[in-house]
């Protein structure tokens, strides 16, 4: 019996790997989970199918999603029409980095910790593949933190949900094993940038190509739906 | 000539007394004021409706509105159609907190000023009357100042935008008299809790009762339209 036992927390899922992966690891640890979703204007709508199988193949309480439209202010590949997701890989910061992304994630997750008196808010950062990205580092995490805890009424009476971010120091060939060790489908998530309608990979966008190296890293086969050639 | 001529800033402005006050006390400082509201559900839309007005007449730079439907979370009085606004003033944390709000309008701000490289981000929080919402405190100001340093790509360069409170600490009355030597028309603005679709103010909420006293402390007439009794 798990002293964190029918707790609740907010599990923010993309339906991708990493988060499907957490998931997995909040309901191990005996959390009643409750998915979270963003759909914030992705060009990967495909994304937001995966979250609904893999929320209801993981086990999760409940499962809904919050829309909030970040390419009205722009800025990134990911949301903006106008600028080309990259084929290769970049150096610095990422065209695919949307603005303050997690900020904005974390934020939706902490009123939604609230409603709920939610313990934690599990969150798939990576600062490994990820390091590109300023909202993927502990540092972002740690702050963050300090925020939920001036932030809401759970935090002023001394109870704010804790940022637990599993994933932050692990390779993406350790974030396989983990998931293959606690039963993930990984046929059923989406990571690619570019997917088709109905879920299939590109095989060439940076999310891909991570994909596929952790899949080999790790040992296993890989059963990402890739789009025919 | 000032030394922030023409640096872009984001205004948070949602149509109210508050936030058309930091819009001209921003322009005041010579910023080129882009205004950004967020549509997240709340009953009172016609705040949306004068935060347009107000941009227009403040000489914003530009105005777009962002849309997070928090009201799929829940838990506000604000958003939760199960949830009365109350018409008597009540003890401790309102009804109509909506939990982790001011979180989520400048994780969204912090997006757009990364995207515009602002040097500033103006909202219109206030501790004093507001002193029972967790996320209008200075506590609150400062974490996210802290979290706005690690969060993007400017903060990781070492210039993050400065979150500007302005009205922090100053009362209704304050408040009123720094809007008025400004040049702000009070009577575009909606602050209403339970506005009709033409803006018009019920009298009896939390923020008419805190408005008309703000603007009787101040000894200016109140310009705000009301709903005929």
Chains 1, 2 share one sequence.
Do not use: W
């Amino acid at each position: 019996m798990n002293a964190a036992a029918s707790k609740p927390a907010v599990v923010l899922l993309s339906g991708g790997l990493d988060s499907a992966t957490v998931l997995a690891m909040a309901r191990a640890a005996g959390y009643a989970c409750h998915a979270l979703s963003i759909d914030y204007g992705q060009r990967h709508g495909a994304e937001l199918a995966a979250a609904a199988r893999v929320a209801a193949a993981g086990g999760a309480a409940s499962h809904r999603t919050v829309s909030v439209n970040l390419d009205a202010i722009g800025g990134s590949a990911l949301t903006d029409s106008l600028i080309a997701v990259p084929s290769a890989p970049s150096a610095g910061i990422p065209v695919t980095y949307v603005p303050a992304r997690n900020t904005v994630f974390l934020a939706i997750a902490l009123g939604y910790a609230e409603v709920l008196d939610a313990a934690a808010i599990f969150v798939g950062v990576n600062a490994v593949d990820y390091s590109g990205y300023p909202d993927c580092r502990p540092a972002f995490v740690d702050a963050f933190q300090a925020l939920a805890r001036v932030a809401t009424k759970a935090g002023v009476e001394g109870h704010a949900p804790r940022i637990e971010a599993p994933l932050l120091h692990l390779s993406k060939a350790d974030i396989v094993h983990r998931g293959v060790a606690l039963g993930v489908d990984f046929g059923l998530t989406v990571s690619c940038y570019n997917a088709d309608p109905l879920g299939r990979a590109c095989g060439h966008c940076d999310a891909c190509r991570l994909r596929a190296d952790g899949f080999a890293a790790a040992g296993v086969a890989d059963p990402t739906p890739y789009v025919p050639a």
